[in-house]
C-alpha cells in the first residue's frame, strides 16, 4: 500500500481495483473551490465532473479527434503491461479509467500523461507548455457494487454530458460498439476490499 498527499490525499493497493480522474491544464473555472465543511469527498468529485461536463472554462484538447485517438490509444497500450483495464473514457478536456494497477500508481500515471503529453502538445504546435493538471483524483474501489457504479459512471459519462444518446455509441469508451452493454464480467483477481 502506498499513501501520499499533494492536494489530494492518495491510496494505491497494487492489484487492487482504482478510479482516476485526470483533466487537461486550466480546464476548471480558475479559483473554483468547495465548501470544506458540508462537502464530502464524492460530492465535490461530482461537481467537478459537471463542470469538466460543461466545458464552462479552459482547453477542450481532447474533443480533437487525432488527440483524442492518440490518448485512448496509450490507454489501450497500457494495458495488461501496467494495469489492468476495466473501463475508460476520454472526454474533451478530461479521463476517466477504471484499473488495476499492476505497477506503482504514481510512475504508472507519470508515463501515461507525459507520453500523451508531449505527442498531444507536439500534434497542437504547443511544445512546452503544460498539458494535464498535475494531480489527479483517485479512489480505491472498496466494494465490487462500487466497481459496478463506477464502470456504469464511466461509460454513460458521454451519455450524460451530451455528447452520446448511448454509451455504446461514442468511440472514445471502453462501451463503443459493444452488442448490448455488459458490465465487465466480475474482477480479474481476487478481490479484496481497501481497509
Not at 5 to 23: D, G, K
Not at 139 to 152: G, L
Amino acid at each position: 500500500m502506498e499513501f501520499s498527499r499533494r492536494h489530494l490525499p492518495h491510496l494505491y493497493v497494487e492489484e487492487q481495483p482504482l478510479f482516476i480522474t485526470f483533466r487537461l491544464y486550466g480546464s476548471l473555472p480558475a479559483g473554483r473551490e468547495f465548501p470544506k465543511i458540508s462537502t464530502t469527498s464524492g460530492k465535490a468529485f461530482v461537481c467537478m465532473d459537471r463542470l469538466l461536463d460543461s466545458r464552462q472554462a479552459g482547453p477542450a484538447y481532447l474533443g480533437i479527434p487525432g488527440v483524442a485517438r492518440l490518448v485512448a490509444g496509450a490507454i489501450q497500450q497500457g494495458d495488461k503491461r501496467n494495469y489492468l483495464l476495466h473501463a475508460w473514457v476520454v472526454m474533451p478536456n478530461h479521463v476517466h479509467l477504471l484499473i488495476t494497477p499492476m505497477t506503482g500508481v504514481p510512475r504508472l500515471m507519470q508515463k501515461l500523461k507525459g507520453a500523451t503529453a508531449r505527442a498531444a502538445n507536439k500534434m497542437l504546435n504547443r511544445a512546452g507548455t503544460p498539458f494535464w493538471q498535475e494531480e489527479s483524483y483517485d479512489r480505491p474501489v472498496r466494494t465490487p457494487e462500487e466497481f459496478q457504479r463506477i464502470e456504469n459512471y464511466i461509460v454513460q459519462n458521454p451519455v450524460k454530458a451530451g455528447l452520446a444518446t448511448s454509451a455504446v455509441e461514442y468511440h472514445l469508451s471502453s462501451a463503443y460498439g459493444l452488442d448490448g452493454l455488459k458490465p465487465v464480467a466480475g474482477l480479474s483477481l481476487p478481490y479484496h476490499p481497501v481497509q
